[in-house]
């Protein structure tokens, strides 16, 4: 019952953390579509300015920048480790755990960076209400994530009830030895 429990809750997680990493995306995709709309400005005849930089965004701070490209890493990462959480939570194997808790954890150290790059942002100031929302969101993944990963290895180290069934060595079949009295069929091709 435990278990059923435990993958339920960790189900509902990577699902909520799904959908806040694409939300997470599709901001953070917003801010670099407007900088780059607004600020890379060259036409036919017109140069760079000498003061050029890949990391200035015409909104926000100095930060502002390096959130965002970070932000965006961690959404694809963390996006594709949920989905790699799911297929665990179906098949439940010691296997499919190493490659969920390889992905999870990567995809956690991706966020904890951008929730860095996103309190050094809170700290300098100055930004609009849809980097607020990334700053928060980036926030809260952090720990959605980290529980989501204590969770999946709860069913790992959970004692009895919660112990993983290696099916591909539960599934195996063996050949009976033949019972007295029977004969054995032989073929010559």
């Not at 995709?29 to 050029?52: C, Q, R």
């Amino acid at each position: 019952m435990a278990l059923g429990v435990v993958k339920s809750l960790a189900g509902f997680l990577l699902l909520l953390n799904f959908c806040m990493f694409v939300i997470v995306g599709a901001i953070a995709g917003w801010a670099l579509n407007n900088a780059i709309d607004h600020t890379y400005s060259t036409g036919p005849g017109k140069a760079l300015a000498v003061e050029f930089s890949t990391v200035y965004f015409p909104m926000g701070n100095e930060a502002t920048g390096f959130m965002v490209f970070f932000s965006l890493i961690a959404a694809v990462v963390g996006a594709a480790s949920c989905l790699s959480g799911l297929h665990h939570l179906r098949v439940w194997t010691a296997q499919s755990l190493a490659s969920s808790a390889a992905s999870s954890m990567t995809a956690w150290a991706l966020t904890l960076l951008a929730m860095g790059l996103a309190c050094k942002e809170i700290h300098i100031g100055g930004r609009n209400a849809k980097l607020i929302t990334l700053e928060s969101f980036l926030i809260i993944l952090c720990g959605t994530k980290l529980f989501c990963i204590l969770l999946i290895h709860g069913g790992f180290f959970g004692g009895n009830y919660c112990c993983y069934v290696d099916t591909y060595m539960a599934t195996t079949t063996t050949t009976a030895e033949p019972q007295k009295g029977s004969t054995t069929v032989t073929s010559s091709v």
